[in-house]
Every structure is written in structure tokens, then in C-alpha cells.
Nanobody, 124 residues
Framework: QVQLVESGGGLVQAGGSLRLSCAASGRGSSTKAMGWFRQAPGKEREFVAAINWSGGSTNYAEFLKGRFTISRDNAKNTVYLQMNGLLPEDTAVYHC?????????????????WGQGTQVTVSS
């Protein structure tokens, strides 16, 4: 079992930056691929970024156009999402997820463990 706790969300103006953190605990958490997803009101939960167990491989949603960066520190059991150039359409609850394996996927069904999420609101 893996527990995930997100932090770092908040209110920011368009063009600003935020860094989200996801603290993982539980057996084998540092050997699992991790992902970030987001869900805006009335919309499906969508893939944002993912990173493999070692941090050597990453995947991003095409709509990000290089604005976000995912990273991890396995010594701290923490995954980060650096978000730059935030837009009002980035407003959503951002969820951290852990996969049962060390490889990444963009499919939310691939992920077995989920955090409660952290709210990101971008004002125009």
C-alpha cells in the first residue's frame, strides 16, 4: 500500500509559477512510476506528466508545450511538478498517482494509488 499527500497548490496570477509536491509513503514507493493528473470542474481527469522509478524517463501531455517539469527525489520519497507560465485553463485539482510498476503511462487506469489532490487556481 502506498499513501500519497500533495501540497503546494494555491492561487496565482496568469504567467506565474507554482511547485507541487507529492510525498509518498509505504512499501516500495521509490520503485514505482509516478504521475500527475488534473481535474477541472465538469471535466474528466486528464494526464499531465509522469516519471519512471529512477527519474530517467518522463512523459508530458502535449498541451503543456514545455511549461511544466516533473522530477523526483527518491531519498525524500517525493515527486515534484514545477509549473511555469500558468494559464487560467490550468485551474484544476491536481492529483498525484503511483503506478504498480516502475514504468510510466498516460492512462489513468494504469495507476493504483491516488492522493486527495491540491487545488491550483490561476486568475486572469
Amino acid at each position: 500500500q502506498v499513501q500519497l499527500v500533495e501540497s503546494g497548490g494555491g492561487l496565482v496570477q496568469a504567467g506565474g509559477s507554482l511547485r507541487l509536491s507529492c510525498a509518498a509513503s509505504g512499501r516500495g514507493s521509490s520503485t514505482k512510476a509516478m504521475g500527475w493528473f488534473r481535474q477541472a470542474p465538469g471535466k474528466e481527469r486528464e494526464f499531465v506528466a509522469a516519471i519512471n522509478w529512477s527519474g530517467g524517463s518522463t512523459n508530458y501531455a502535449e498541451f503543456l508545450k514545455g511549461r511544466f517539469t516533473i522530477s523526483r527525489d527518491n531519498a525524500k520519497n517525493t515527486v515534484y511538478l514545477q509549473m511555469n507560465g500558468l494559464l487560467p485553463e490550468d485551474t484544476a485539482v491536481y492529483h498525484c498517482a503511483a503506478a504498480p510498476l516502475g514504468i510510466t503511462s498516460k492512462d489513468r487506469a494504469f495507476y493504483a494509488y491516488w492522493g486527495q489532490g491540491t487545488q491550483v487556481t490561476v486568475s486572469s
